[in-house]
């Protein structure tokens, strides 16, 4: 079983870096889709069946499906994407690789945390989430309908065509700074 | 008490309400009106020092008006002191003011400012006698720097004129350098003695070691005060300068009276001066130097005005010279004397440059005993005065002067000796070209009207029998103006002359023969001319040094002058507006520009302030992670 | 609690009514909610109240906090009619949305949980990335917004990463626990003050701390004036009272303090130089508000446990902060529509010879902004003084004193432009309603400076 | 409420004025009558004066910050009162003959800063001293900002934000030994007094507080605002800045370096006086050779504000009475001569002096009373600077003989410059300007003030004897010192 | 339920560790490689699911759920964001034809 998890290790990060460094945006759609499914694998691994299951719903059926959607939407499916300066990348790549190698030495430290001796292999079942939204979290849980329905209302104030028209005001519309 | 304090309230009160009349109503008060109402105060003045004078009884009276500056441990009382020594200054003073006041009523009465005139000079009479009336330094001090801004007002008198401005501008700020001695000695003597007033100085001095070198600072200041106001060297240069005022005033202040002030410093803090014979080496030094500068110069000097400035200027020395050998009762002496002749000098000197229309310069002058007899003979008085003819006054107050200087340093008396020879010269050189042979000028000479004329003539006779006041007993005097003054200055009593009477006699005969000699000398080469021929071309050196004063002047311009301008300038040009106030300005502006490069980091590009955002994180992680 | 259900309902409501097109109903329905929940939260003052397993606990603090926030709130909508007068479509959807936002802020202010705090920052920034292109003809409103939507994303990325190693560390999303197990640990515990670290990061940008501000500027100007009030109000009430719960729990261990003292310098250095160049007033007051955020982080720092005053301190500091800057905004679109929509500094000009009584409201405001003596501001200020010397954050603090020097310059230069005549003749529309918030802020900041005891608890 | 009426007299009025902008005549005529209201209020206090320190408000402001609204005042404040009550009915007086700008503005603005200023001087609080002390400034802030003349923006600014640099550190100091007084905290004078703060603290704490005032003063090297302040601000700005507010700088180095950090007062001693006195040279100097008349008159204000400075840290009673003294002769001089300055500009259209010259014949009065300024000036005695001098040379003499002749020097540059100015002005041949002479109006400005400084010139010990035994106290407080 | 318990066992927490801080600095390096927006969006998406890996390791690890619900609001709040982040991108594409993210350059300086 461990060579699973070493495994969907792999795909995720080579899936992950497809995302980065594909050209279409189709490609890294698909590549996301990829890198999430094996996410879902992890999930697996680790007892987390129901989220495993909402991940794949909520991510791959919903979210990329969105994307995709806009894709389409938007028709830049076919759209090549202009590569930014060398030197752009090369600062990002290094700020990451940084940001990778602290966080890594960091860990190197250790955590003090060790495999449980028990495990209640039932916390990753839909009865104890359940329970533990319901009880627990359930402040959280209603609110967090607030925030869906600003979310939509937002979303739907903004996708919703006005008709009106579309007035781009010129790059400066002030006047020179006097004193510059 | 009563009347004596009165008295001395009135004393300088009246001045003082001439001033107010004649200054408030200089626009309505006639040129008459003006100068009657002034004379009228100041000779009033005089009569009430007059019967002070009379009726003082050989006491120290104070008399105190209010407390002037209370603070902490000082106490500082506005108030007079009324003793013999203020009392005889006080006379000089009214007296010679005056007759001067009268003087000035012909001698000023075209000038469309003579109103104002006279209330500086009313201004100036009152500044004098608070000087020598004060009771402590302080209120001296009033009187004496109140002396230099009369001084300054009244050489400036005619403002319209650069010159003269600068000649008042000059007196003032020599003076002011002197005055910062004076302040300086003040203060040390306030910490030392923790008083300003004469008596409580003068009484707690004699606890003090004999040069003890605080007292010597002290006294170094307070001669450093006197230098400036004395026109000693070398602070003198501004005193000829001074000559640009009108006559009546280079007679009152710049001879009889402000110049004196030193003089009468030092003798008032003669204890002190007793005690730092260190500084009386120097008093004497210097007052013998400048008596022979002074001389020297007025041997070359072609403006009427000028040598007699010189002159003054040299015999000031002679009464410092006295001061330093401790012999205050010959310098007193001298300064009274020298009041009267020299104001009678100047009086006159101002008779002729009225009587020819405001000419100063003797070259363009002769003849005038004829047309101008009373200024003539006054004149002539004056000059037999001042070159110490016997019996004319000059001749015993330079005696006591030289008698002592010899008993104390025969190389300081030959000096003065030769001082006086000098005096002899270009006194009768002054005398001969302007009124022996015959006239060179233009304009029409005639004689002064009498106004100007009878306070000459009283002078005159001042200086002609003044000697009378102080004949020393190798001549049966009784020496009254010392033993009058000796009861208020201390510093009086070690002083007698160990000479016996056959050197005295000796000495007289000595000096009264070489000036005798020297003014033959001089009739030789001036009295017959009838013309004055041009100075040559190639004076040789020294001669041409002491033409142009030594050079003091050009030293002070090259050495304070100059170097002082150009500091100014440049403080302002270059600290002030390269370095203090750019580098204020150049802070706001690097904090502007740096103000704009941080407004345009903010380059609307969002992959930048990603960017960013994640390089602060990954800073902010290195430094925890380094740091921990 | 109650008044965070009746929020909540009050949007729906308003969305509803704007189904049905009724927007003169609007602000009056939102006022009379507000006012609604003001009193809800102060009747529940005395009384403290756990809530909830530990979600959310409405003590003072949050009590205060939520006042505060309900009562600006409130001015806004009082100056919402006129601004959207010309505005036909979307009124009640916005009006809504700063509601929801405003339930994100209640809650961020009164989380006990990180949960709770990620919730609540995302319910908070949610309905703003939508606000911020509230003008959908306007390509700066779009980019404006969008440029925030996609940095607060991943601000918040930061912060769930930080959350996740908490956990991981403490096994809880309680705070309690958490500060238990910060309070056990070592402080040479990497993770740990990584995490922490995290944590700060995600607060730190809604609070547009330096090198996190980089969205302030733009979406401050992209944003159409009523959202840009609202966020440099509210929203930043609200992410200050969720930085404080977050901090006031960790007892300012010495790595967190390095980070937060660099911040701190880092954010009064660049918002007050970079606001001296600034010609846009919304910019500027974007830059304002970035160095206030210095100062108030400065106020954060001292927080070393129970028993400081912090709490209050960033209250008053925040409130008084955001009348002035509330009142400035009212103030700014009516000149820039006096101006035919210009943005830049000069467009005061003229306005005290046509209204001298708003020009000296706003002159209050600017001089409260400034931290001038006998304002609100000077008080705030003087407070974080007193706290950062309190702890021993001298050398801190004297920079921050030269910052203000800063500040206070570029504050007087613009009230300058109130005085200055118009170059052109100007006419200057005021609403009563408008005359009375720009009023009522400036009356606000002055009676508080005067009285500062007012807002003492 | 004698000290409240002297904050709220000048404060309403300039509301009144600046919310109903009355017509110029009644603008001027309320002013003026506010002032001399306050004028009547400060003579009161002067009349009433027994010697012992008076506290006449104390109301709880912010407890727990040590904030107070108490005002009072010792005898040092009262001097300061009755400079401020003297001085600026005068001030305004200056907008009759030399009108600023419109008059209810300009009027309302020197008001404010006077209703601010009395706050300064009466506050027995520090941190209410500290809001009044500020809250002078913004009033004048914006009389030169709009009524300033060339560089008028540049230049407030700069003087602006350099003041307030000095004011927020004081601030941060004022803080600073707030927390340190025992809980619960107060900011009282009193209890700052009475705090013994450790020496190393006071080393630092002096500089932070210190540099408040020494930039207010102004002296060197924290003067590069003033000058350019001075000639650019116009005359009624110019002399409540020199006057008034200048020296606030010098109560405020009595009233808080030589109370709460005295220790380190005392060990920055030497260097203080040694910039200051370096900075009266240095500006005497200057002077001299300025074309600008106004210019000329700011640098010679530094030069005094230096020598004042330098005399207070003399640390004996002539000195530190001396300075004091000397801030009331100052300001009435000041005064005068900017009056002077702007009666000059308002006939010759300049400042430049080489303009000028000759004058006197068109104008004697106006010489005269030109002259009468310039002795005190020069301080003459009998006027007013000459009894200050003397006092701040014997301190300065009692502490060290080289700092005296450095202070006694100022004398003869002052004489030089002034001097020197009086001729460029006044004297030498006539160039037919077409001048008016002092009229009366112009009298009545010049004449009491002139009158003022004889009178107190003569007898000092009518404001000597407000500041003596503040002084002694001080001292007192000194000599238990280590 | 024993694999799961040996993949805890076996796989060390350390290696999650790993996995997340790479998956997130991958993302992290994406969003700032790309200029289409929508990648960036799906950046951001992988350094969400990174740290929802790495809560459901801890969850795992800790033997309680709050870590799995937490993840449950992430995803809540990650759907709620990118709905409303394509709307404004929607919004965007109106306004300029295109998703560039050089192309928001009007708001500067």
Redesign the interface.
Known sequence: MVYLFYLFAAISVIAALVVVAARSPINSAIALVVCLLSIAGHYILLNAQFLAMVHVIVYTGAILVLMLFVIMLLNMNEEVEVRKPLITRILAILTAGLLLLVLLAATRQGLEMSAPESFNPGIGLVKAIGMALFHEFLIPFEVSSVLFLSAMAGAMMLAKKDGTEHVNLPPSSEPKDPAA | MVRTELLAILVPALPLLGVLITGFGRRKLSAYAAGGIASAMVALSFVLSLLLFLGHDGQTHIVHLFNWITVGEMNIPFAFQIDSLSLWMMLVVTGIGSLIHVYSIGYMHDDPRVATFFAQLNLFTFAMLLLVMGANFLVTFIGWEGVGLCSYLLIGFWYKTPEFNYAGRKAFVMNRIGDVGMVLAMALMFLQFGTLNYVGIMDQAGSFAPSNPLLVMATLLLFLGATGKSAQLPLLTWLPDAMAGPTPVSALIHAATMVTAGIFLVVRSSVLFELAPYTQDIILWVGVATALFGATVGLFQNDIKKVLAYSTVSQLGYMFAALGVSAYSAGMFHVTTHAFFKALLFLAAGSVIHALGGEQDIRKMGGLKGVTKTTYVTFLIATLAITGIPPFSGFFSKDGILASTFADSPLAYGVLVFAAMLTAFYMFRLLFLTFFGTYRGTAQPHESPKVITVPLVILAVLSAIGGALNIPHVFGGSEWLKNELATAVEGMVGEHVALSASTEYTLMAISTLLVVITIWYTWTLFGKKTTLDGEPADMPFLKRLIAKRWMLDELYAFLIERPYGWMSRHFFSIAETKVVVPFTIGTGKTTHGFAEWLRKVQTGNTSFYLFGLMLGVVVFLLITYFSA | MSALILI?VL??LV?YLGLYNKKSWLAPLGILGLAGAIVLFATGWHIPHH???G??EFDRFSIGFSIGMAAITLLIFLFGPDYYTRMQ??VA??Y??ML??L??GF?LSSYT?M??L??GI??LS??L???A??K?????S??????Y???G??????L??G???L???A???DLGVISAHIAGAG?????L??AL??VV?GLA?KVGA???H??V???Y??APTLVTTFMATVVKMAAFAGFYRFIDITGMPD?LA??MV?LVLATLL?GN????????FK?LMAYSSVAHSGFLLLALLTDTGPGS?VGATLLYYTFTYSLATAGLFVLFTIAKRANN????N?IFQGLFAAK?WLA?CGLAMF?SLAG???TAG??AK??V??LA??AGW?KV??FG??M???G??YY??VA?EL?VPAEHPTTFVVTPLNGLVISACAIGVLLLGLW??LM?W | MELLALILIPFLAATALLAFRPAAAAARGLALTSTLLTLAFALWLWYTWTGVAVTGISHDWVPAWGMRFKLGYSGIGLLMILLTGVLFPFIIGTGYKQPTGDPALVNSMLLFSQAALFGVFMAQNAFLFYIFFELSLIPIFFLLLFWGGEHKRAITIRFFLYTLLGGLALLFSIAYVTLQTPLPHSADFSALAALELPMSTQYWLFWTMFLAFAIKMPIFPFHSWQPETYVMAPTQGTMVLSAVMGKMGIYGVVLFLFTIVPEGALHWTNLVLVISLFGALYAAVIAFRQDDFKRLVAYSSMSHMGLMCAALFTWNAYGISGGLYQTFAHGVLMVCLFYIVGMMYQRVGTNDLSAMGGLKTRMPRMALLFMLVVGNAISMPLTQSFVGEWLMFNGLWQLDHWMAVAGVVLIVLGAIYMLYAYQRVLLGPDRQLEVADADDEEHFFLVPLIAITFVVGVFPNIVLHLVDGPVQQLLNSFTSLP | MEDVMTAIRVVPLDHYLILCFLLFSIGMAGAMLRRNILIVIMCLELMLNSVNLLLVAFSAYHGDAGGQVMVFFIMLVAAAEVTVGLAILVQLKRNTEGVDINQLNRLKW
């Not at chain 3, 959908?136 to 700066?140: E, G, I, M």
């Not at chain 3, 130089?273 to 846009?280: D, G, H, I, Y």
């Not at chain 3, 929509?341 to 830049?344: M, Q, S, V, Y």
Request: aromatic content about 14%; hydrophobic content about 60%; glycine content about 6%.
């Open positions: 909540s949007a729906v969305l809530l909830l397993a979600m959310l479509q979307h959807e916005q809504a949305l929801f936002s339930v994100g809650l949980n949960l709770m990620f919730l995302e319910i949610i309905p990335y939508v606000l292109g509230a959908k003809n306007s390509l700066r779009t980019e404006a917004s969008l440029k939507f996609l940095l994303s991943f601000a918040t990325a930061f769930l990463m959350i996740a190693l956990y991981g560390l096994g809880s999303f402080s040479s515990d990497l993770v003050n990584f670290f995290f990061t940008f330096v090198p996190f980089f969205w500027p733009d979406v100007q992209g790595a390095r980070i660099l660049v130089v970079a606001a001296l160049r600034q010609t846009n910019r005053t929509g210009a943005e830049h000069g001298p000296l001089l001038i003596p006998l000077f008080i003087y407070q003084f007193l010397i309190g001298l603090m004297g004193v030269l203000a020097l800063l206070i310059y007087i230069m300058r005085f500062p005891a003492a």
